[in-house]
């Protein structure tokens, strides 16, 4: 499996390259300055300083001139460092495309409680912030209960090389928001994601106004706030209404209750996958065109009792066309090539998962692992205005 999933070291349960630490906490690989000659230095030559000394892995020994140096040596792993960090996320930068008030900034709070959350213009600049070491994570919709799988964001997934960590599941509860003093009958326009748009049709179209997709909820309402704009709406939080001084003209207007948005926590380095919590793992592959391959490929994972969670399948934007020869009269047929993504049950640290995989890899032509990552069981609670 090695070839299909490398794992570092790394804080907060995943395992990345670690940014150099401040100098005060770093280890100096330097020789430590000489000891004076023993006798001269009790403390270190007395049984309990010894002992400090190795727990804090020096050793000593004479050098050239016959005094006592200290010698760095690496600090055995302990079972500590083996556990996940606690996720307190102080510390962490995560990137997230739109402004405050967007949902993914609530589900990077979700996932990192006290994380700061960065606010980036587009994903493409969320994801570049996290490659070039700016932020440590991005956040990433990826499907939805009442509008499906985010498409662009699947895409978004192959074209770069992050590593899924975390997952979070938002049940998400829009508002109409509009300048203080309007009434929603007012209103001409309504602004927002189209994701956002699509969940709320239904009130939408009874007020019967033009509906138009900017790139997130919060900006939306950014928007209009900044330019005073009394004939537009937009579908965003209640805390967008709160940040950018906008009222609720109506809340809840999601056509259904139960609209929960799945977020993926992105990082530059996979995570360690563990067996002792419900793990995910997501995977992408391609197959080679012929009756039941597909059929096939899901077989890996029925044989080991994996259960899937999502499979979703996108046009190979390289190579999207294949032409094929039909029969002995020449005739030639056009298929669609596609790119698998699975999501199914189970940690890559368990044999079955390991075993599945390489059997797909038998016959996939191309296979990734996108990340295993912990499940998250529990639906997040978006703040209403109420
Ligand atoms: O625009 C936002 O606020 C986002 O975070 C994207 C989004 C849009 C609609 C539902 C969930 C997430």
């Known amino acids: 499996m090695s070839s299909l999933y490398h794992s570092v070291s790394q804080g907060d349960g995943s395992y990345a390259q670690l940014p150099p630490l401040p100098s005060h906490s770093r280890q100096s690989t330097s020789p430590a300055p000489p000891l004076p000659p023993r006798g001269l230095q009790h403390r270190s030559s007395s049984e309990a300083d010894l002992q400090q000394l190795q727990e804090n892995s020096l050793q000593l020994r004479n050098n050239d001139h016959g005094f006592r140096e200290i010698i760095p040596l690496p600090r055995p792993l302990s079972m500590l460092d083996l556990a996940p960090q606690p996720t307190h996320g102080c510390l962490l930068r995560v990137a997230y495309q739109g402004v405050p008030g967007a949902y993914s900034e609530m589900a990077a709070g979700n996932a990192y409680p006290n994380c700061e959350a960065v606010p980036c213009e587009q994903f493409e600049a969320a994801f570049q912030a996290v ?44 508002c109409l928001l509009g300048i203080p003093g309007v009434k929603k009958e007012e209103l001409v326009r309504v602004l927002s994601h189209p994701q956002a748009l699509a969940q709320c049709e239904h009130t939408l179209s009874k007020l019967n106004v033009i509906r138009e997709a900017v790139d997130d909820t919060a900006g939306a309402a950014q928007f209009i706030a900044a330019n005073n704009l009394r004939d537009t709406g937009a579908v965003a939080s209640s805390r967008a209404a709160e940040i950018y001084g906008l009222e609720v003209l109506a809340d809840g207007i999601q056509d259904d209750s139960d609209n929960v948005t799945r977020f993926l926590m992105l990082a530059r380095e996979p995570i360690m996958p563990r067996t002792d919590r419900p793990f995910k793992t997501s995977i992408t592959f391609t197959l080679e065109e012929g009756p039941g391959s597909l059929f096939k490929a899901l077989a890996v994972f029925a044989l080991r009792d994996l259960n899937l969670t999502k499979i979703e399948s996108r046009p190979l934007r390289k190579r999207p066309l294949r032409v094929a020869d039909d029969g002995s009269d020449g005739a ?32 996939a032509t191309f296979l990734r692992v996108l990340g295993s990552y912990p499940m998250d069981v529990s639906i997040k609670a978006c703040p209403t205005s109420q």
């Open 131 to 174: 490659e070039q070491w700016v932020v440590d994570r991005a956040v990433l919709p990826i499907e939805n209960s009442l509008g499906g799988s985010i498409h662009r964001n699947y895409d978004l997934l192959l074209r770069h090389r992050l590593h899924i960590v975390g997952e979070v599941q938002l049940a998400v509860h829009h």
């Open 332 to 363: 030639k047929s056009v298929y669609f090539d596609y790119l698998f993504f699975v999501d199914f049950e189970a940690s890559m640290a368990e044999q079955r998962a390991q075993n599945a995989l390489r059997h797909l890899q038998e016959f």
